[in-house]
């Protein structure tokens, strides 16, 4: 098993940046994919960001490229999400998942791939 705490959200203004974190404790990540999903009040969940906590490779979803960094640190177990130049339309809870290497077929982008998930952090960007 593997437990996420979340932790970075906030309120901030529009232009203005947060990082995220995410602590996770339990079974080894060596194996895993990480990565942010967010969710804003009535829409579904949606993918942000990933990386392989190994190699490094990290994915972004097109609407964050260039703007929001995802890093992880191995020997704290803490994954990050930097987000810089935030808009209204990042306001959402994010939540950071651990892909649990029992869903290899499905998509990185995909929410089905992850079997850990946090409890979710908010973040409130004003305009």
């Known amino acids: 098993q593997v437990q996420l705490v979340e932790s970075g959200g906030g309120l901030v203004q529009a232009g203005g940046s947060l990082r995220l974190s995410c602590l996770a404790s339990g079974r080894t990540l060596n194996s895993y994919i990480m990565g942010w999903f967010r969710q804003a009040p009535g829409k579904e969940r949606e993918f942000v960001a990933a990386?392989?906590?190994?190699?490094?490779?990290?994915y972004y979803t097109d609407s964050v490229k260039g703007r929001f960094t995802i890093s992880r640190d191995n020997a704290k177990n803490t994954l990050y999400l930097q987000m810089n130049n935030l808009n209204s339309e990042d306001t959402a809870v994010y939540y950071c998942?651990?892909?649990?290497?029992?869903?290899?077929?499905?998509?990185?982008?995909?929410?089905?791939?992850?079997?850990?998930w946090g409890q979710g952090t908010q973040v409130t960007v004003s305009s």
């Open positions: 998942a651990a892909d649990g290497g029992t869903n290899l077929l499905v998509q990185i982008f995909s929410s089905r791939r992850y079997n850990y």
């Open positions: 990386i392989r906590w190994i190699a490094g490779n990290t």
